[in-house]
């Protein structure tokens, strides 16, 4: 059986290598596979395969799923062409899995930033009402705040300094969830002329709205979430107290 297992393993392995090595000749025909689906189904598969941000990189989950095609394929008494579509198939199940699972460093990191958010966009729409364009507004909250969110706004810093004009450099942000409006606003109102400092204290309020509801919604869930560990607790203690001597006495009643 051993000897029967080399051939699907070695081919399993040499595909996932193939995948995160990059070889052309693989992910080419799944890059194009996946560009030329369309509709729906096109949409769920790289939905699947990106995964839910913060999750790890593509390859390192290729990885991480090498020894799942390894242990189905030599798992398995079938004939060898099974074993590979099983092993591959596994490897895809725990690959794509392991792209929905985020790990606590960075959903602390990603409620420390907005949290960070309502104070940083207050600073910023402070240093507009005084006078200063955005850049320098941008520059003024990185200098006196060190948030999360004051270091989001270096980078937009950083892209001025090296030559890329203010909105631009603002539009990088555009698809962030947490300040993609805020950006796409400011950089509408340096060509418009609108009043940014209004704008950016009216999403300040919002971003603080936000953060509230998200923290009470957190709080209500508590009482959920304790279910489990009480039932972990009590139940077997129930079943240990009060079920297992009513039944150990009907059965010594009965045998006896």
Known sequence: MIADAVVPVALAVLAVLGLVRGQPSVLGAARAGVEDADGRLGRWV?????????????????????????????????????RLLAGVAAGAVVAVGLGWFVSADHHRQQVELMASWPHTWELLASCLRSGLPVGEACRAVCRVSETPSARALGGVVARIDVGMSEADALLELRDDPLVGRVVRDLARGLHSGTQQARTVAEHATEARAAHHATLQERARSVGVRSVLPLMVCYLPAFVLVGVVPVVGGMVGTLLG
Not at 55 to 69: D, E, M, N
Request: glycine share 10%; aromatic share 6%.
């Open 46 to 82: 790289r939905r699947a395969w990106r995964g839910r941000e913060g999750s790890l990189p593509g390859r390192r989950r290729l990885l991480l799923a090498l020894p799942a095609v390894l242990g189905v394929a030599a798992a398995l008494d079938v004939p060898w062409q099974v």
